[in-house]
């Protein structure tokens, strides 16, 4: 199984949704982040990561509050953000870190 330094550490963008399943805010990511994902498609890879299952990760990465979004590529984080985003707005977010 991949750890999350090896998802991370990808060639690939790959955002991550920090995340809690009692967060109402991050309820309403989830559709975003799929629609997301149908358009980005293999461009890139979309994770989620329960705070409250992984809080050591969670803590790594200074993350205080739900949902917080992070851009990764080969291991370097290259953007966050915290609070819930429209489909629109996190697309023209990612849009310049796509090749």
Same mark, same amino acid.
């Given at each position: 199984?991949?750890?999350?330094?090896?998802?991370?550490?990808?060639?690939?963008?790959?955002?991550?949704?920090?995340?809690?399943?009692?967060?109402? %805010?991050?309820?309403?990511?989830? %559709?975003?982040?799929?629609?997301?994902?149908?358009?980005?498609?293999?461009?890139?890879?979309?994770?989620?990561?329960?705070?409250?299952?992984?809080?050591?990760?969670?803590?790594?990465?200074?993350?205080?509050?739900? %949902?917080?979004?992070?851009?990764?590529?080969?291991?370097?984080?290259?953007?966050?953000?915290?609070?819930?985003?429209?489909?629109?707005?996190?697309?023209a977010t990612i849009a310049p870190f796509l090749r």
């Amino acid at each position: 199984m991949e750890s999350f330094n090896d998802v991370i550490s990808s060639d690939k963008l790959v955002l991550v949704d920090f995340f809690a399943t009692w967060c109402q %805010p991050c309820k309403m990511m989830h %559709p975003v982040l799929e629609q997301v994902k149908n358009v980005l498609g293999d461009k890139i890879r979309i994770i989620k990561v329960d705070v409250d299952k992984y809080g050591v990760t969670a803590g790594q990465y200074n993350v205080q509050s739900v %949902p917080t979004l992070m851009l990764f590529h080969n291991g370097k984080a290259l953007w966050r953000t915290s609070g819930a985003m429209q489909k629109a707005e996190l697309l023209a977010t990612i849009a310049p870190f796509l090749r």
